[in-house]
């Protein structure tokens, strides 16, 4: 069965601090994915890497960082938390492709909220 | 610029069928997607359409004119399960365009 999980579920954190998330599929996807998404705008690219090592920026980048040194985890990082990215962020992977139907397989989702 | 535009909400009663549309604006088309999601879950893959046409998997069928930049979901014989938001998406390159989702609420 296809999995893809995230490290929490809700997370707390205070304005300024370093936010770890983390991401990791067991399908030996090459492409995976960080969203976030928020009421009334959907699922936003933040970014995205299709082999290790590898990283695009997606539509909203700014104020985040990814790292994905092994194919089956892909960790996202705020380096300095703001009020501003309180979100539901999903992470998603996908097989080869250049978005020619490839589905994406998505983790529960981390909410995470900053005070 | 890439946008995708459906409607915020519909609703519909048990049994029923509806139709939720989906128009893109995008560079690069190369599929119109579905994806359901349910309230505090993860969203999961419906469907894919790739040609112009119709693609039905059991209660749910989506629909594709490339021509017209338009597609559909359609939700047959609907159950009170199906009440969720459901996304259309375009991929083009790497990256998957979301809309912004449609609310369907089943009434009894």
């Known amino acids: 069965d296809v999995k893809v999980t995230q490290s929490s579920r809700y997370l707390v954190k205070r304005t300024g601090e370093k936010v770890f998330l983390e991401c990791v599929q067991d399908?030996?996807?090459?492409?995976m994915f960080w969203y976030r998404q928020d009421p009334g705008l959907g699922l936003r690219l933040i970014y995205f890497?299709?082999?290790?090592?590898?990283?695009e920026k997606g539509d909203i980048p700014e104020g985040y960082s990814v790292s994905r040194e092994k194919k089956e985890r892909f960790s996202l990082i705020l380096e300095s938390a703001s009020t501003n990215q309180t979100s539901m962020y999903l992470c998603?992977?996908?097989?080869?492709?250049?978005?020619?139907?490839?589905?994406?397989?998505f983790g529960p989702g981390t909410r995470l909220t900053v005070l | 610029g890439q946008s995708l535009e459906q409607p915020s909400e519909v609703t519909a009663v048990e049994g029923a069928i509806v139709q939720i549309n989906c128009t893109y604006q995008t560079s690069g088309f190369y599929g119109l997607s579905w994806y359901q999601q349910h309230d505090g879950g993860a969203p999961t893959f419906l469907s894919y359409?790739?040609?112009?046409g119709l693609e039905e998997t059991g209660r749910f069928s989506s629909f594709l004119s490339r021509s017209d930049s338009y597609g559909y979901l359609l939700l047959q014989e609907l159950q009170m399960k199906d009440s969720a938001s459901y996304f259309c998406a375009v991929g083009g390159g790497f990256k998957t365009i979301f809309g912004a989702g449609t609310r369907l609420f089943v009434k009894a």
């Open positions: 399908m030996d996807h090459e492409n």
């Open positions: 359409n790739a040609l112009d």
């Open positions: 998603a992977s996908s097989s080869m492709g250049r978005g020619q139907g490839d589905t994406q397989y």
């Open positions: 890497s299709y082999d290790v090592k590898m990283k």
